[in-house]
């Protein structure tokens, strides 16, 4: 209840009392009855009759306005009262239940007689107000997480014991009843068609509903944002898959189940299933070599060249993103070609089945021994010795005699080894005829040093002699395989090892002087060095110079007095220490300073940050020369150190901590001396 009083205008023995009182609330309604009376009081024996009276009753709206005469009665005791209205209202309260609302009341009489009260307010500034009672509303309520197909926990929270509450869930187009007639918690299972409704998503937005009864009679509902997900368990089932073995590059190995490095394709054929409502699955190979892979459909990798043991990693993803692989590993066996790894001859005679070594004999013995690889696998091979066209008169596993031979002729000996995969490799080996010290040929003409004389016009020494040139070796001059015959010295594909240095007879400046690199289409890069500056010459014919590229000189390499360095837009790190004025940087440049001994800094401008923004809180250019000394010294062979002394302290930076030199266009200019 609320009581507001006030005094008469005119007349303070007349006073006014508005009374209010809350008499019932709903629930349902969430409303509250008010009952009000509003009474003239009379003191010291005032009152008047016949005369009118203008009331205004406001509680949370206007509930009287009228002017009507009227007469209140004779004095008791002194006392007249005299009650103007009364009546009910319903005020309707706030969605939470709660609700304060205004209220006054005014009378007033319309002539100024002092016997007369004139205008009393109820407060006195009209600005009475009334607390009604708290309805309790809807219940809210908070849960764990939401799992789609896992128990989830719903606690409510209400204000009257007798509520009861239903709560319904919506994920896209699937909703339904979570559960009715519950008082302060429940358990759900999420159910599992809720799945669909995330066929490319972990989790997606709904909602839930907690509606609140209060004797089976709604009294509101709270509306709540709510994610659903999908467990981590719910993912694309393991991958199953078989490893096959593709050989046809190879007639031997093709249909053999044997993975060979350099021949082998390994291919994979996988099948999987998407995670429950996932909208499809796509598998994926990884490891020994990736590629997208097809449900139940065979794919093959490219030729695997390494051997060793290999892991292939078959992940299958889903269209929610989930993943689940399977490995499994394979091992991939080296092969080598067939080689001749022993290949050696003698001269003798054979005779009778039996070998009697004589390093003048006519006969000659071949001792050759090969290598396979694959043995284990059923690789085999075929192994040739002949001297020219002629094969041996007797031959043993790694044994071979030639009969048809005599001491005076040098041979060449060929031995080949082919495996069963098609590949085969060579060795040679001359045999010189019968050792003696010297022979000279005249028919041929020719002669001989350790072996007789087998070419015309050629001075020959036996294979198993060197020469020894304690002298000096002279050629014929101005041989140039320019024309593609001639030549000073050949090596016949031989190395040449133990070189001191050599020296060009005259500068270059044809095109069969320098280095010469054949190309794969017979041509050739020449590269060669002419004047301090180092040129390549490429692509051209043994007698047909192109257009040569100078790519080195000296000036490339190192800085000379005069020169100069200018360094636009670019970024250069140092640190700040000493009293904040003293700024370090270190600078790397493209050349070496090995001829150097001054550097200069005759231009320094740029923005400088720190870590805590740009310095002195200035983003502009500025001109470091001006602001202090800026000078440079020599920290290596290719490193400056350019060292900034400002004449104030630099500010919005920690001492002692990185900063960067934001070098303007042509920004910062160094010269050499």
């Known amino acids: 209840m609320a009581t507001f009083t006030g005094t008469g205008s005119h007349n303070s023995n007349f006073t006014g009392t508005l009374t209010v009182t809350e008499s019932s609330y709903s629930i349902p309604d969430n409303t509250s009855t008010l009952s009000y009376s509003l009474v003239l009081t009379g003191n010291s024996g005032y009152y008047f009759q016949g005369y009118y009276l203008t009331t205004k009753v406001y509680i949370n709206g206007v509930v009287q306005d009228r002017y009507e005469q009227i007469s209140m009665p004779s004095p008791s005791g002194g006392t007249s009262t005299y009650t103007v209205c009364s009546g009910t209202v319903t005020v309707p309260h706030d969605n939470d239940g709660t609700k304060t609302i205004t209220v006054y009341a005014t009378m007033s009489t319309p002539t100024s007689q002092a016997y007369l009260p004139g205008t009393i307010n109820m407060p006195s500034g009209l600005n009475g107000t009334l607390t009604l009672t708290n309805i309790p509303r809807a219940s809210t309520m908070t849960w764990t997480n939401l799992y789609i197909g896992q128990s989830t926990t719903f606690t409510i929270t209400r204000a009257n014991n007798n509520f009861t509450h239903t709560i319904t869930y919506l994920l896209?187009?699937?909703?339904?009843?979570?559960?009715?007639?519950?008082?302060?918690?429940?358990?759900?299972?999420?159910?599992?068609?809720?799945?669909?409704?995330?066929?490319?998503?972990?989790w997606g937005d709904g909602t839930l509903t907690l509606t609140t009864y209060n004797n089976g009679v709604e009294i509101g509902s709270v509306l709540y944002q709510a994610t659903y997900e999908v467990p981590a368990s719910i993912k694309p089932s393991t991958p199953t898959f078989a490893i096959y073995c593709d050989n046809s590059s190879n007639a031997w190995l093709s249909g053999k189940f044997l993975f060979v490095a350099g021949f082998s394709k390994v291919g994979i054929k996988a099948n999987a299933t998407q995670g429950t409502g996932a909208r499809a699955v796509g598998l994926y190979a990884s490891g020994l070599f990736s590629k997208q892979l097809g449900?139940?459909?065979?794919?093959?990798?490219?030729?695997?060249?390494?051997?060793?043991t290999k892991t292939i990693t078959v992940t299958a993803v889903d269209t929610r993103n989930r993943t689940n692989s399977a490995s499994d590993t394979i091992t991939f066996i080296a092969y080598t070609k067939p080689q001749i790894t022993t290949l050696e001859a003698e001269r003798g005679t054979y005779s009778g089945g039996s070998w009697t070594a004589n390093p003048t004999g006519d006969h000659i013995?071949?001792?050759?021994?090969?290598?396979?690889?694959?043995?284990?696998?059923?690789?085999?091979?075929?192994k040739t010795v002949k001297i020219g066209a002629t094969s041996p008169a007797v031959s043993t596993a790694n044994d071979y005699y030639f009969t048809n031979t005599n001491a005076s002729t040098a041979y060449t000996i060929t031995a080949t080894i082919t495996d069963a995969l098609g590949f085969s490799s060579q060795k040679t080996l001359n045999v010189s005829t019968t050792s003696v010290p010297f022979n000279i040929n005249v028919n041929l003409p020719g002669a001989g040093f350790g072996m007789v004389a087998q070419t015309a016009k050629a001075l020959e020494i036996a294979s198993d002699w060197r020469v020894d040139v304690q002298g000096?070796?002279?050629?014929?001059?101005?041989?140039?395989?320019?024309?593609?015959?001639?030549?000073?010295?050949?090596?016949?594909?031989?190395?040449?090892?133990?070189?001191?240095?050599?020296?060009?007879?005259?500068?270059?400046n044809t095109v069969d002087e320098g280095?010469?690199?054949?190309?794969?289409?017979?041509?050739?890069?020449t590269l060669y060095a002419d004047d301090g500056s180092v040129y390549l010459m490429p692509n051209h014919t043994a007698s047909t110079a192109t257009t040569a590229q100078r790519i080195l000189t000296a000036d490339d390499l190192?800085?000379?007095?005069?020169?100069?360095?200018?360094?636009?837009?670019?970024?250069?790190?140092?640190?700040?220490?000493?009293?904040?004025?003293?700024?370090r940087f270190g600078l790397t440049v493209p050349k070496m300073l090995t001829n150097i001994t001054t550097v200069t800094v005759s231009t320094m401008t740029g923005a400088m940050r720190g870590n805590l923004g740009y310095l002195d809180s200035n983003s502009s250019d500025r001109s470091?020369?001006?602001?202090?000394?800026?000078?440079?010294?020599?920290?290596?062979?290719?490193?400056?150190?350019?060292?900034?002394?400002?004449?104030?302290?630099i500010s919005n930076v920690d001492l002692n901590t990185p900063i960067e030199f934001y070098s303007a266009a042509n920004g910062l200019v160094l010269s050499f001396s």
């Open 172 to 202: 896209g187009e699937t909703g339904g009843i979570v559960a009715q007639n519950i008082g302060t918690s429940t358990t759900w299972t999420l159910p599992s068609t809720l799945f669909d409704e995330l066929p490319e998503s972990a």
């Open 624 to 649: 470091w020369t001006t602001l202090g000394t800026v000078t440079a010294n020599i920290a290596g062979p290719n490193m400056i150190r350019i060292n900034v002394d400002t004449t104030n302290a």
């Open 558 to 583: 190192y800085y000379k007095s005069g020169d100069t360095l200018t360094i636009s837009n670019g970024i250069i790190m140092g640190h700040i220490t000493s009293a904040y004025k003293a700024l």
């Open 472 to 508: 000096r070796l002279w050629t014929a001059q101005s041989q140039h395989y320019s024309d593609g015959t001639s030549y000073g010295l050949n090596v016949r594909d031989s190395d040449i090892i133990n070189a001191n240095g050599i020296w060009w007879a005259d500068r270059v």
């Open 515 to 525: 280095l010469h690199f054949m190309r794969s289409n017979s041509n050739w890069d």
């Open 295 to 308: 449900l139940n459909v065979t794919t093959y990798s490219d030729i695997i060249k390494s051997a060793g």
């Open 365 to 382: 013995h071949v001792h050759a021994v090969g290598s396979l690889s694959l043995t284990n696998e059923g690789n085999t091979g075929t």
